[in-house]
C-alpha cells in the first residue's frame, strides 16, 4: 500500500547517503540498517556518520545473528552494555538514558535479537509520527504567519480608515489657508506695485516731458515751415512717446525691485550670519563634542557659508 522497499547497493557501487539522498525529499523514510557482526567495522562508522551529518534521520539498527550460530544472549540480558550499542552510543544514534536500546519515540533503535523485529512496526509508526508532527508544526507556524499577516493589514486598514479622512480634511484646510494667503499677498503686492507706478510716473513726469519734448522721431519727417502733419505721422508720433515713456518707466520700476530684493537678501544673509554666529558661540560654550560631531558641525558651517556666498 504505496510502499517501497529499497535496498541500497554495495558501498563500492554507491554509497548509502548517496542512495537516501535521492529518495529523502520524494518520500518519508523509515530506514534499516542490519548488521551481521558483533560490532561496526569502520566503514560502517564512517557511513553513518555521513547519513547523520547530512540527514539526522533516526535509523532502525537490527543485529542479524551469523548462520548456525546459537544466541548467547540470555532471556534476561545483563546491564552490560554490548561492543555495537557502545558504538552507536558514541555515534550519538542512541541515548544513554535507554539502556535498552529500544530509544524514544522518534529516535533510533538497537535490537540484537531477532524475536523483537517486531519492534520495527512501532518504529515505523513513531517515525511516520515524528514526521506528521513536524509537518503540522510547520503548518502550524505558517498559519501563524498568516494569521498575523491578516490581522496587521485589518489593523492598518482600519487605522487608514480612521486617519485618512482626517489627513485629507487638515490637507484641505492647509490648501485653502495656504491659496488665502498667497491671493492676499498677489493682492497686497499687486496694490504695492501699482502704487510704486503711480509714485515712479509721478516723480518722473516733469523728466519725462522733457525727454519727450526734446527725442527726435524715428522715420517722421517734421516739416519747419509749420505745415501740418498727417494724422498718421501724429499716431506715429504718440506710439513713440509712449513707447520711451513705458521703457524709462519699466527701467525705474525694475531698479526700485532690485534694490528692494537686494535690501531683503542682505536682511535675510544678516539673519543668517547671526544665527550660525550665535549657534558657534553656544557650541563653544558648551562642552566639547566627540570628533565626529565636531567634524560635522564644521561641514555643516562650511556648506552654510558656501550658500551664503551663492547667494
Not at 519734448?213 to 508720433?237: H, L, Q, T, Y
Amino acid at each position: 500500500q504505496e510502499v517501497d522497499i529499497v535496498v541500497a547497493p554495495c558501498r563500492g557501487f554507491q554509497p548509502a547517503e548517496a542512495t537516501l539522498a535521492e529518495l529523502v525529499n520524494q518520500v518519508l523514510p523509515v530506514v534499516t540498517f542490519a548488521i551481521s557482526q558483533p560490532q561496526l567495522s569502520p566503514s560502517d562508522q564512517a557511513e553513518l556518520r555521513e547519513i547523520k551529518e547530512k540527514f539526522s534521520l533516526p535509523i532502525f539498527f537490527l543485529r542479524v545473528p551469523e548462520p548456525n550460530s546459537k544466541d548467547k544472549n540470555p532471556k534476561n540480558p545483563s546491564k552490560d552494555k554490548s561492543p555495537l550499542h557502545q558504538q552507536l552510543l558514541d555515534l550519538g544514534y542512541l541515548s544513554p538514558s535507554t539502556p535498552c536500546g529500544c530509544g524514544v519515540p522518534g529516535s533510533s533503535m538497537l535490537v540484537e535479537q531477532l524475536e523483537k523485529l517486531r519492534l520495527l512496526s512501532s518504529f515505523s509508526r513513531q517515525v511516520l509520527q515524528k514526521h506528521l508532527v513536524e509537518a503540522a508544526t510547520r503548518l502550524s507556524e505558517v498559519h501563524g504567519r498568516c494569521l498575523n499577516i491578516f490581522i496587521n493589514q485589518a489593523f492598518d486598514m482600519q487605522r487608514d480608515l480612521q486617519i485618512t479622512p482626517k489627513r485629507l480634511e487638515y490637507t484641505r484646510r492647509k490648501e485653502n489657508e495656504l491659496y488665502e494667503s498667497l491671493m492676499g499677498i498677489a493682492n497686497r503686492k499687486q496694490e504695492e506695485m501699482k502704487e510704486m507706478i503711480v509714485d515712479t510716473l509721478g516723480s518722473m513726469k516733469e523728466e519725462l516731458l522733457e525727454d519727450a519734448a526734446s527725442m527726435g522721431f524715428r522715420d517722421i519727417i517734421i516739416p519747419e515751415n509749420g505745415e501740418p502733419v498727417s494724422s498718421k505721422d501724429i499716431k506715429r508720433c504718440i506710439q513713440q512717446i509712449q513707447e520711451l515713456i513705458i521703457s524709462r518707466l519699466n527701467q525705474a520700476v525694475a531698479n526700485k525691485l532690485i534694490s528692494s530684493v537686494d535690501y531683503l537678501r542682505e536682511s535675510f544673509v544678516g539673519t543668517l550670519e547671526r544665527c550660525l554666529k550665535s549657534l558657534e558661540e553656544s557650541w563653544e560654550g558648551s562642552v566639547l563634542p566627540p570628533r565626529g560631531l565636531d567634524r560635522g558641525r564644521e561641514g555643516s558651517v562650511h556648506i552654510t557659508s558656501n550658500y551664503l556666498k551663492q547667494v
